[in-house]
Nanobody
Framework: QVQLVESGGELVQAGGSLRLSCAAS????????MGWFRQAPGKEREFVAS????????DYADSVKGRFTISRDNAKNTVYLQMNSLKPEDTAVYYC???????????????????WGQGTQVTVSS
């Protein structure tokens, strides 16, 4: 069992930056592929970024490439999402997910996520 708790979401102006954190409980964090997803009102939850178990392989949605960076610290059981050059269309609830089944490359499908956090709200004003 893995419990995930996100933090760091807040209201920010367009062009600004935020860093989200996702802290995991348990001793199996390093065995999971980690991902960030987001869900805007009235829309499906969508993939944002993922990293493999070591953190050396990362993947991003086209909409965030070059602006967002995912990283993980296995010693701290934490995965991060650094978000720069934020746009109003980045407004959403951001969720982290953990997968024991993901390959660690090519992204992380929602269907392979075993555990979800409760989400953190990111609002980007224009």
């Amino acid at each position: 069992q893995v419990q995930l708790v996100e933090s760091g979401g807040e209201l920010v102006q367009a062009g600004g930056s935020l860093r989200l954190s996702c802290a995991a409980s348990g001793r199996t964090f390093g065995r999971h592929v980690m991902g960030w997803f987001r869900q805007a009102p009235g829309k499906e939850r969508e993939f944002v970024a993922s990293c493999n178990r070591s953190g050396y392989i990362t993947d991003y949605a086209d909409s965030v490439k070059g602006r967002f960076t995912i990283s993980r610290d296995n010693a701290k059981n934490t995965v991060y999402l650094q978000m720069n050059s934020l746009k109003p269309e980045d407004t959403a609830v951001y969720y982290c997910g953990a997968s024991s089944r993901g390959s660690g490359s090519g992204g992380l499908p929602k269907s392979l996520v075993d555990y979800w956090g409760q989400g953190t709200q990111v609002t980007v004003s224009s």
